[in-house]
């Protein structure tokens, strides 16, 4: 097995190591070969080494992997000549078609949380809807016709309703069955009624799902109030993004907040935060959300592959983190006082245990 390793900025180096150790760790538990890594260059290690924050020679590798993982990037720092077009995550989307964005959302026993009783997943759509950088086939979707005036495009197709619909659908009847169409139909009739009508018709193919739908801010109030109401949110990008971060937060911490971006054929594990500079260096960062995002990676891979073994790593790290956080070792963020390097020695040594 070959996977990508692209370590980022800020704390992106610190969480993707302790990523590497804990798969590496996973994948030996579960009786699984040792993947080769194929480590690449992106963010300001990329500029000083290449000139270019997403050299070609990462785009031509990662065309040759299935799956990889990135670590968070810090674009908004980046020199003005490197930030003209999108960063680098969503050129990376962009490019190889990761149309679902998978971001679930839980309480850990261990970690005080807003919502103790969450334990949802929201399904976004990734290449279009109301993201200017994801938009368009070229340029870009949002431009200024006056120096007093700025408009966007917001793209919803149907195509990509119903591609994103079966993702929502085959994960809801997984897991709890219950399907809950997020959209803002009533002022937005054409785009929204779109989205929410052609999700409504891919579902009908799933019999035994119970399917409802709800405006996006009716569905954040109920976030916080009943979170335990939702087991499967789908929804378009922009609301997708928003509702996930205030989940995560619900759930405990964003340092914890895992994500998969794929497609049919090809997977990225991208934790839901960003690439916090002030901490970078310091030891002090969560690896919880990358390490349970490349825990996903690992069972979309098993899926797709019927590999019993990586399918068992996946959960062996999702039982290690847990326990860990049982156990009330946890990161700054989360009110603990273990480093990056304690919390995953003590993940690492948990994977082990069934």
Request: net charge negative; with cysteine.
């Amino acid at each position: 097995m070959r996977l990508g390793l692209i370590e980022g900025d800020g704390i992106g180096p610190e969480v993707v190591r302790a990523t590497r150790a804990v798969v590496e760790e996973a994948l030996t538990a579960a009786g699984a070969p040792a993947p080769e890594w194929i480590v690449l260059p992106i963010g300001h290690a990329a500029i000083a080494e290449c000139g270019d924050p997403l050299p070609e020679r990462t785009l031509s590798a990662l065309d040759d992997l299935d799956a990889w993982i990135l670590g968070p990037h810090d674009n908004a720092s980046y020199a003005p000549e490197h930030r003209g077009g999108p960063p680098p995550g969503g050129a990376i989307r962009k490019r190889y078609g990761l149309y679902a964005n998978i971001r679930p959302a839980r309480a850990f026993p261990g970690v005080r949380a807003t919502a103790p009783d969450i334990d949802l997943v929201i399904v976004r759509e990734n290449s279009e809807g109301f993201y200017a950088d994801r938009n368009m086939f070229a340029g870009s979707g949002e431009f200024g016709p006056t120096p007093d005036v700025a408009m966007a495009v917001g793209v919803i197709t149907r195509s990509a309703c119903e591609r994103i619909a079966r993702q929502a659908c085959r994960l809801a009847a997984a897991r709890r069955g219950r399907l809950t169409i997020v959209h803002k139909a009533n002022v937005l009739p054409m785009t929204m009624g779109l989205f929410r009508d052609v999700c409504a018709e891919v579902a009908r193919g799933y019999p035994g799902l119970e399917v409802d739908d709800e405006h996006v801010d009716a569905a954040a109030a109920h976030l916080v109030r009943a979170p335990a109401d939702y087991d499967v949110l789908v929804t378009e990008n922009l609301f997708g993004d928003i509702l996930s971060d205030l989940a995560g937060e619900l759930g405990g911490s964003l340092g914890l907040a895992a994500s998969l971006n794929c497609s049919d054929d090809k997977a990225m594990a991208q934790a839901v935060h960003g690439a916090a500079p002030a901490l970078a260096g310091h030891n002090r960062a969560n690896p919880g959300a990358l390490q349970l995002s490349a825990a996903m990676l690992l069972r979309w891979l098993g899926t797709r592959d019927d590999d019993a073994a990586l399918r068992g790593a996946a959960d062996r790290i999702e039982r290690a983190v847990a326990a860990t956080l049982a156990a009330g070792i946890a990161t700054a963020d989360l009110g603990g006082l273990a480093s990056t390097s304690e919390f995953t020695e003590q993940v690492r040594a948990r994977v082990h245990r069934r």
